[in-house]
């Protein structure tokens, strides 16, 4: 199946800085892309919807500017978590979809962690 | 509006005995349907998809599931559970996006 690369796997940062994932479709272009959120213990919060050359689209209650999506190319999103305090201390998954395609492709996701 | 329903957030099995983990679906459309497998601190892996083809849908590391619209199920099954399938499984349909179902832990017991 297609690979989607997410890095860094593990970061942790201080209170107040800016973190930069990102998500990379490496044998596919991703037309779209999404970005998750997931607590421990439950499932997928979807965060934001974004396609190539766009905007991305937030989901209500998500600050579109402490999370900062780019969709630059076909192959690469990225996803900013600006000022980060400890409550944005989170597992972090993004997914890719080509094309005409149903299926998406998940990255490893990113634990962040704040202190 | 599309979503799915996962009944039961934990299920232990004994090794070797059959894993049933249940999803019901609500669409106003023909659903495409998944079931996705996560391990700890990893993204989630395709275990299997319906997108309109045959009802009982073959996936990987023997798991199988069943679409069926009377019932608006897609419960995923496996003969023989392994040590190795512990892990969190979730269910999701697909419309625009990709909606999630709360997932369900599976224990299996040696």
């Known amino acids: 199946g297609a690979v989607v690369s997410q890095h860094p796997s593990w970061v942790i940062c201080k209170s107040g800085t800016s973190v930069k994932i990102e998500c990379r479709s490496l044998?596919?272009?991703?037309?779209?892309m999404f970005w998750y959120r997931q607590f421990p213990k439950q499932s997928l919060m979807l965060m934001a919807t974004s396609n190539e050359g766009s905007k991305a689209t937030y989901e209500q209650g998500v600050e579109k500017d402490k999370f900062l999506i780019n969709h630059a190319s076909l192959t690469l999103s990225t996803l900013t978590v600006t000022s980060a305090h400890p409550e944005d201390s989170s597992f972090y998954i993004c997914?890719?979809?080509?094309?005409?395609?149903?299926?998406?492709?998940f990255g490893q996701g990113t634990r962040l962690t704040v202190v | 509006a599309q979503s799915v329903t996962q009944l039961g957030s934990h299920v232990s099995v004994s090794e070797g005995a059959l894993v049933l983990l249940r999803c019901n679906y609500s669409?106003?459309?023909?659903?495409?349907l998944f079931w996705y497998v996560q391990y700890p601190n990893q993204g989630l892996q395709l275990l299997l998809k319906?997108?309109?083809?045959?009802?009982l849908v073959k996936g990987i590391n023997g798991f199988e599931a069943e679409f069926k619209k009377s019932e608006t199920s897609f419960h995923l099954t496996k003969p023989s559970a392994h040590m190795s399938d512990a892990a969190e499984y979730f269910c999701?349909?697909?419309?625009?996006?990709?909606?999630f179902g709360t997932g369900t832990s599976l224990t299996v017991i040696p």
């Open positions: 669409s106003s459309v023909p659903p495409y």
């Open positions: 997914s890719a979809i080509g094309q005409g395609r149903t299926e998406a492709f």
């Open positions: 044998d596919f272009q991703a037309t779209t």
């Open positions: 319906y997108t309109s083809a045959a009802t």
């Open positions: 999701a349909v697909f419309g625009n996006q990709f909606y």
